[in-house]
C-alpha cells in the first residue's frame, strides 16, 4: 500500500521521552563526574534530578552506571530494572546489565544481556568486547572470534563514526545525522561514515540518496558485505528487483548457504511476481534450524510467517494456515502472524487461540507492534464469534495504539487536493493535448482502500488479454521526483510542477512508467493492471503521461468502506484508516478530488460502484470490459476459478463466488459507529435503525 510518502518523505525519530527533560548542562556535569572517577556525586546527582524526571532515560542509566561503578551491583540491577520499565528496547539498558551480571560471575546471564545489547545496537563495542572474554571463557571459540572481529573493526574507526553508530542504533536519528555529516565534511569521505548515513536515509525513506551513498561506498569498498546486503535492502524497497538480484550476487556467491542472503534472494522473486520457488526455499532454511533457544524460534517464526505469506498468495491456503500456526507456536507474541491469520478472512479462530490472544495483548512484556497486530486479529476473531460489542473494542484499542505512532496529518493531503484542483483544469489538459506516450496497455484500479478494487483486478486478470501484477510503486516514483527534495507541506512543489514540463519531459515519465513496470508483466499480455489504490491523487498526472491509459475508479458505500478500513490493519502505510475523524475526512476528500477529475476529464475514468457489481454480475463486467476495449470472456464473470497470485487481504474472497455478506458488516456495528456516520454526514451516511437488528 501507499503511503503518505505519496507526498512527503517520512521522517521518523525516537527520541528519549522524559516527563521533564533536564538541562543539557546537568548532564554534561555528571558525565564530567563520571569520567573523574566521582560515582557517588554523579550517582547523588542523578538521583537528585530524577526526582522530577523519573522515567529520563539518560539519568536512569546514569544512575544504574555510578552504582555499578561502585561495586553497588544489586542497586544497579534496581535501577536497570526502573529502566527498563520505561525503555525497554534502550540498547545500554542490556549492556550495564550485562556488565552487572559479570561482576556478578554469572556469565550465563551476562551473554545473554550483552548479546541482547548488541543486536539492538551493533555499534557497542563494550559490548562486543566482554562477549569475546566470556565466549573464550566458556569455551566458544567461534562466538568469540565473531565477537572480536567485530570490536576490532569498531576501534579501527574514528570515534565521531563510532559515536554517531551508537546514538542511530538506540533511535537518536536527528543527533547521529548531525554528527556524521559534521565529521564527513571535516574529514572527507569515508565509507563507514556514508554507509551510516546511506542507513539513516533507508529509516527516513529517503531512498534515492541512500541507494547513492551505497554505491559510493561499495565503489571504495567492493567487498564490503555489509554495506552490499544493505545497499540491496535499498534496491528492494525501491522496488528495483532486477538490480537487487545483480546486487546480490556477490554476496550469494561467497555465501551460498548464509540465510541472510537466502532470504534476500527469496524476496526479490517474490518481488518479480515468483511466489512458487520461494516455497521450497523457506521450508529448506526452517529444516536447517536447529535447537530451541531464543534466537532461533524467532528466526524459524520470521521463516513460517514468510512461508505462509507465500502459500496464502498462492491459494494453498490450508498449508498456509499451517505455516502461521507454527509461527505462534514458536513465538506465542507473534502479533504479525495472528493478524495474518485473521487476514485470511476465511480463517476461524479457536477458543484457545482468542484466550492466548488475549492474554498476549494484556502482558505488558509484549511489544507495542505486537499488540497492535493482535488486537486486531483479536477484533475478527470476536466479530467472527459474534461478540460484537467485544470485538470493535478490540479494533478500537488497535486503532488507537497505532494512530498513536504513525503521524498522520490530514492536511497534506487536502493541500494536494486545493493543488491539484488549482493546476489540474481544462485549459491546462486542452494546451496539452496529444502530448505523453499513447501506449494503451495499463488500466489503472485506483480508489480508497477496501472499495472491491482486488475483486475488479481479479475480474479483468481473468481475462486472456489482461494480466494481474499488483500494486505498483511507479506513480508514486514519479511523484517523488516531481516534488523534489525541499518539502514544504503548505506549498508543495507538486503539482505545480507539472506546469513546467515540456512535451518531451511528459513522453519521458509515460516511457518511464512502462520501461519500470515491465518487469512485473510476467505473462507478456497486451494489456496489464496495476492496482495501487492511492493513484486517484494522480489521475492528472496519469493522463498527462499515458493519454490511453485507462482508468477505472473502484467505489464503495461510505460507512461500508469506512468501517471496512478501520478493521483492517495494513501492511505499510493508509495511516488515514486508524480513526472515525480521519477516515471520514479522507473519504470526503477522496469524493472532492475525484468528482474534479470527472469535471475537468469527462468521461475519462470509468466509475464501478461495489455494490452494483455485487448486483448485477454480468452486466457490471459488460460495462468494464467495454471501457477497456475488451471482447467479452466468460472467464471474467467465472473469476473465482481463476489461478493467480493475489497479494492484497481480500485473497481468499476473490477465490470464491461473489457473495452479499460484506455489503452490510458494518450494520453489526452500529450501536457503536454513530461518531462515524456524524463524522460523514447526512449526505454520506444512511440514517440510524430503529429495529431489532440494532440490538445485535
Known amino acids: 500500500m501507499a503511503t503518505q510518502a505519496d507526498l512527503t518523505h517520512s521522517e521518523n525519530t525516537h527520541p528519549a521521552p522524559s516527563t521533564a527533560a533536564p538541562p543539557e548542562s546537568e548532564l554534561r556535569a555528571l558525565h564530567a563526574l563520571q569520567a573523574k572517577g566521582d560515582y557517588a556525586a554523579a550517582a547523588s546527582g542523578a538521583k537528585r534530578l530524577l526526582a522530577s524526571a523519573p522515567d529520563n532515560r539518560d539519568l536512569l542509566l546514569i544512575e544504574a552506571h555510578s552504582l555499578r561503578m561502585m561495586q553497588q551491583t544489586d542497586a544497579a540491577l534496581a535501577a536497570l530494572d526502573r529502566l527498563a520499565a520505561h525503555h525497554p528496547n534502550f540498547s545500554q539498558l542490556y549492556l550495564e546489565r550485562g556488565l552487572c551480571h559479570v561482576a556478578r560471575r554469572d556469565a550465563p546471564a551476562a551473554i545473554f544481556d550483552l548479546r541482547t545489547a548488541v543486536t539492538a545496537n551493533p555499534a557497542l563495542a563494550m559490548g562486543w568486547r566482554m562477549l569475546d572474554g566470556l565466549y573464550r571463557m566458556t569455551g566458544d571459540t567461534r562466538s568469540a572470534g565473531l565477537a572480536a572481529r567485530h570490536f576490532a573493526h569498531l576501534a579501527s574507526l574514528p570515534p565521531p563514526i563510532v ?23 571535516e574529514a572527507g569521505n569515508h565509507p563507514e561514515a556514508m554507509r551510516l548515513l546511506g542507513q539513516i536515509g533507508h529509516r527516513r525513506n529517503v531512498l534515492d540518496d541512500a541507494e547513492a551513498l551505497y554505491e559510493g561506498v561499495l565503489a571504495m569498498v567492493p567487498d564490503h558485505d555489509e554495506a552490499r546486503h544493505e545497499y540491496v535492502q535499498v534496491l528492494i524497497a525501491r522496488h528495483k528487483f532486477p538490480q537487487a538480484r545483480e546486487a546480490l550476487e556477490p554476496l550469494l556467491k561467497r555465501d551460498p548457504r548464509g540465510h541472510a542472503h537466502r532470504i534476500q534472494a527469496a524476496t526479490i522473486r517474490v518481488g518479480l511476481g515468483d511466489f512458487e520457488s520461494v516455497i521450497p526455499e523457506y521450508r529448506a532454511m526452517i529444516s536447517e534450524i536447529s535447537g530451541e533457544t531464543l534466537e532461533t524460534r524467532v528466526r524459524r517464526a520470521d521463516l513460517n510467517l514468510w512461508l505462509g505469506h507465500a502459500l496464502k498468495t498462492e491459494a494453498r491456503t490450508a498449508e498456509a494456515i499451517d505455516a502461521y500456526m507454527a509461527a505462534t507456536a514458536d513465538r506465542p507474541d507473534f502479533g504479525d502472524a495472528w493478524w495474518s491469520l485473521a487476514n485470511l478472512k476465511t480463517y476461524r479462530f479457536s477458543a484457545e487461540s482468542i484466550a492466548v490472544m488475549q492474554a498476549r495483548l494484556d502482558d505488558p512484556a509484549t511489544a507495542d507492534v505486537d499488540r497492535i497486530h493482535i488486537a486486531f486479529a483479536l477484533g475478527k476473531a470476536l466479530e467472527d464469534a459474534g461478540d460484537y460489542e467485544a470485538s470493535w473494542a478490540a479494533y478500537a484499542r488497535g486503532n488507537a495504539m497505532h494512530r498513536a505512532g504513525n503521524g498522520y496529518l490530514p492536511e497534506v493531503f487536502e493541500t494536494n487536493t486545493r493543488e491539484q484542483k488549482r493546476v489540474c483544469t481544462p485549459a491546462f489538459f486542452t494546451a496539452r493535448e496529444g502530448w505523453g506516450l499513447d501506449d494503451p496497455s495499463p488500466i489503472f484500479v485506483l480508489g480508497l482502500p477496501r472499495s472491491g478494487s482486488t475483486l475488479l483486478e481479479q475480474i479483468l486478470a481473468s481475462h486472456s488479454m489482461v494480466e494481474g501484477t499488483q500494486e505498483l510503486p511507479d506513480i508514486q516514483r514519479i511523484v517523488h521526483e516531481l516534488q523534489g527534495r525541499e518539502l514544504n507541506f503548505d506549498k508543495p512543489l507538486y503539482p505545480g510542477s507539472l ?198
Open 499 to 696: 506546469l513546467d514540463l515540456d512535451a518531451d519531459a511528459v513522453r519521458r515519465f509515460g516511457e518511464q512508467y512502462i520501461a519500470d513496470t515491465m518487469p512485473n508483466r510476467i505473462l507478456g499480455r497486451p494489456f496489464f493492471i496495476d492496482k495501487m489504490p492511492n493513484n486517484f491523487r494522480h489521475v492528472g498526472l496519469i493522463h498527462l503521461i499515458l493519454p490511453n491509459a485507462k482508468i477505472i475508479d473502484a467505489r464503495r458505500d461510505a460507512m461500508s468502506c469506512c468501517f471496512s478500513n478501520l478493521k483492517q490493519l495494513f501492511a505499510q502505510g493508509q495511516e488515514f484508516t486508524y480513526g472515525i475523524e480521519d477516515i471520514a475526512r479522507y473519504y470526503k476528500t477522496y469524493l472532492e478530488l475525484m468528482d474534479h477529475w470527472d469535471a475537468v476529464l469527462p468521461g475519462r475514468v470509468l466509475r464501478v460502484q461495489h455494490e452494483d457489481v455485487v448486483e448485477d454480475l454480468e452486466g457490471s463486467v459488460r460495462r468494464i470490459l467495454d471501457y477497456c476495449g475488451l471482447p467479452f470472456e466468460d472467464a471474467c464473470v467465472e473469476f473465482h476459478k481463476t489461478k493467480r497470485s493475489v497479494r492484497t487481504p481480500s485473497s481468499e474472497q476473490v477465490r470464491q463466488p461473489i457473495f452479499r455478506d460484506g455489503l452490510d458488516q458494518w450494520k453489526k456495528f452500529e450501536p457503536w459507529l454513530e461518531p462515524l456516520r456524524e463524522a460523514l454526514g447526512p449526505e454520506l451516511a444512511p440514517k440510524p435503525r430503529h429495529d431489532d437488528q440494532q440490538q445485535a
Open 163 to 185: 559515536q554517531a553508530k551508537v546514538l542511530f542504533g538506540d533511535g537518536e536519528i536527528d543527533v547521529a545525522e548531525t554528527l556524521i555529516r559534521r565529521f564527513l565534511m
